[in-house]
């Protein structure tokens, strides 16, 4: 069966989805910088072992090398074997901005401070524009998993990074550019979903699972608020372990859902 499926985005639901980014961007902007809190950097569990400080927080980030180093050697394995399915360059790219993230998470949470945070910060926001730009690929148009198109998603996340690094260091610190990169999914992913349009490959991510990693991703952002009261009432995770844990199932979920479907529907 062939991966792709004829069938076309309505321009109206296009220009719905433009709207609703315009309106958050112009949302962001009229609000005014937004500020990193005082005690970013004091979490709560900051127990060593085996040599690592903050032990818990900086090895929870092992899931997502795992899922990203598994991942890419799957579809590469898959992409090989089975060549008219498709170009899946922009999930292997997740899968690599996922392994980044392991290890920029990691090193920022052995010394947490502003420079270290950089490291942590740009992969994330490179998974979440990759991330994007496969959803609308397999459900809007196709040229979102084209060169042009990474390219400028990578090219905004990082800006978005560099802009918040650069106003802190002048004292004016705005998480505003990366707070767009990094929500703009959790928006425009329930808005193509509740509009049902057609997917463009039969072998798209299902509309389950992305409500799933919704939901995951929704829970982490809880935990990550929770850190110490979450440490107090278990007395062995803290909220931003859990964060971590949550995360990384979601983009497990997100993974294997790809691997298995191009495995399934594969020329």
């Given at each position: 069966m062939n991966a792709f499926t004829p069938a076309s985005t309505p321009p109206r639901a296009r220009w719905l989805l433009g709207v609703i980014t315009a309106v958050f961007l112009f949302?962001?902007?009229?609000?005014?910088?937004?500020?990193?809190w005082p005690d970013y950097h004091d979490f709560a569990d900051t127990r060593p072992w085996l040599g690592s400080p903050n032990a818990a927080n900086v090895l929870s980030n092992l899931p997502f090398a795992f899922i990203g180093v598994w991942g890419a050697w799957r579809l590469a394995h898959l992409q090989a074997r089975q060549a008219a399915a498709g170009a899946d360059g922009v999930w292997?790219?997740?899968?690599?901005?996922?392994v980044c993230t392991a290890a920029g998470s990691a090193l920022y949470h052995w010394a947490p401070d502003n420079s270290t945070l950089v490291v942590d910060r740009l992969p994330i926001a490179w998974?979440?524009?990759?991330?994007?730009?496969?959803?609308?690929?397999?459900?809007?148009?196709?040229?979102?998993?084209?060169i042009p198109s990474l390219a400028t998603a990578l090219g905004l996340a990082t800006l978005s990074v560099m802009h918040w690094w650069w106003t802190e260091r002048l004292g004016q610190g705005d998480l505003r550019a990366y707070l767009f990169v990094q929500f703009l999914p959790m928006l425009l992913v329930p808005a193509v979903l509740g509009l049902r349009l057609p997917v463009l490959r039969s072998d798209a991510v299902p509309g389950a699972t992305w409500c799933l990693v919704l939901g995951l991703y929704a829970a982490a952002k809880v935990m990550e608020m929770a850190d110490r009261w979450m440490l107090e009432a278990t007395q062995v995770?803290?909220?931003?372990?859990?964060?971590?844990?949550?995360?990384?199932?979601?983009?497990?979920?997100?993974?294997?859902?790809?691997v298995r479907r191009r495995g399934r529907f594969g020329n």
């Open positions: 949302g962001l902007l009229c609000y005014g910088a937004i500020p990193q292997r790219m997740f899968c690599g901005a996922l998974a979440c524009a990759l991330l994007l730009c496969a959803f609308l690929a397999e459900r809007v148009h196709p040229r979102w998993n084209t995770a803290s909220g931003h372990m859990l964060k971590h844990g949550l995360a990384a199932a979601a983009a497990a979920c997100l993974v294997i859902a790809v």
